[in-house]
């Protein structure tokens, strides 16, 4: 089992960056592949990003292709995401999840979540 933190979140203006970060506990960070999703108000839950275990494949929601990286650093337990060019769509709270079976080529069901950080982005 692992359980996630999430922290970056925050008050930014359209076209402003943003750092997201998940840091897990436990000792096979390294054996799960990682991701975000999203959920914005009275919307569903949404996938965002994920990297797999050895952070060499990722996938991107097609709405935030070329605008976010997700990367991971398995000394530090940590997965990045990295926002740039923020727009007020990408308002949402933002939830680490982790998938603990790994599948080839990456497709991301969490099974682990984190308690979500908000991103609130202004016109």
């Known amino acids: 089992q692992v359980q996630l933190g999430e922290s970056g979140g925050g008050l930014v203006q359209t076209g402003g960056s943003l750092r997201l970060s998940c840091t897990a506990s436990?000792?096979?960070?390294?054996?799960?592949?990682m991701g975000w999703f999203r959920q914005a108000p009275g919307k569903e839950r949404e996938f965002v990003a994920a990297?797999?275990?050895?952070?060499?494949?990722?996938n991107y929601a097609d709405s935030v292709k070329g605008r976010f990286t997700i990367s991971r650093d398995d000394a530090k337990k940590t997965v990045y995401l990295q926002m740039n060019n923020l727009k007020p769509e990408d308002t949402a709270v933002y939830y680490c999840?982790?998938?603990?079976?790994?599948?080839?080529?990456?497709?991301?069901?969490?099974?682990?979540w984190g308690q979500g950080t908000q991103v609130t982005v202004s016109s």
């Open positions: 999840g982790a998938d603990p079976i790994i599948r080839a080529p990456l497709r991301f069901y969490p099974r682990y």
């Open positions: 436990g000792r096979t960070f390294s054996n799960y592949d």
């Open positions: 990297i797999n275990w050895d952070g060499i494949s990722t």
